[in-house]
């Protein structure tokens, strides 16, 4: 059975995407931070829970040893919103670099520490988990300023390193969940937890190495930049 690896697995769109992938017999790692949540309810043997703070080298490295197989899928959905500051006079450049680090630079450090996990003979997916509001054509109005230039940077870090991987057989997918019914999108938001990563994951399914680095929402629509 395949392996995944989930980082923000203890809520929201990540325990989701543990509850699917254990239900159609996969073997998850599933990363938290700080607590495993209902994790710790799902009695299953094919589910392994690890302590993961993408911010921490530490935490990523020992996480990473404590994978025995190989990983066929690497789905980076950790991530933090900011203080969404009501100008710019507001921004607070030390929660700036907190959020870029969390949301651009940790997923970025997964694929560097799991890379000697992933066969390099057969494909590799990473799901990184971005976000509409990181396009730039797309930015209509202020706010968010970090997140934006977060998601922004995760994309950017995922083309330009999109040609290298190739040649790893890894494939990227850049992933926007659609405006989601979590702690993060809230209860207005129009999408359902499980309605979005079902779409996320039939997106995985035509992922080659001739698309890697797309921009698409979890409906299969691409995104502009
Ligand atoms: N919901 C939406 O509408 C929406 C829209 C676009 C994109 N997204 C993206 O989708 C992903 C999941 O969002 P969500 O809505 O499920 O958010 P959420 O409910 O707020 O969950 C965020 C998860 O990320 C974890 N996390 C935060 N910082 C971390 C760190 N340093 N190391 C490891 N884990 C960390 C959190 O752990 P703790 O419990 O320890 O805080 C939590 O498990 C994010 O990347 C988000 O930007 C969401």
Known sequence: MPTAVVTGANRGLGAEWVNQLLGDGWTVHAGYRSEPGPLEALANSSLH???LDVQSKDSIASFADSIPEQIDLLVNNAGVMDGQWGDLTEID???????????????????????DKMTHRTLTKVAMVSSLMGSIDDCHMGRSYAYRASKTALNMF???MKNEAADGQITFAILHPGWVKTDMGGDSAPVEISDSVRGMRKVLESQTLDNSGR????DGELLPW
């Open 49 to 51: 829970v690890h302590q």
């Open 215 to 218: 921009f698409i929402q979890f």
């Open 158 to 160: 995922t083309v330009a």
């Open 93 to 115: 450049d030390e929660w700036a670099l907190k959020v870029i680090d969390i949301n651009a630079l940790g997923p970025v450090r997964m694929v560097q520490a799991l890379y």
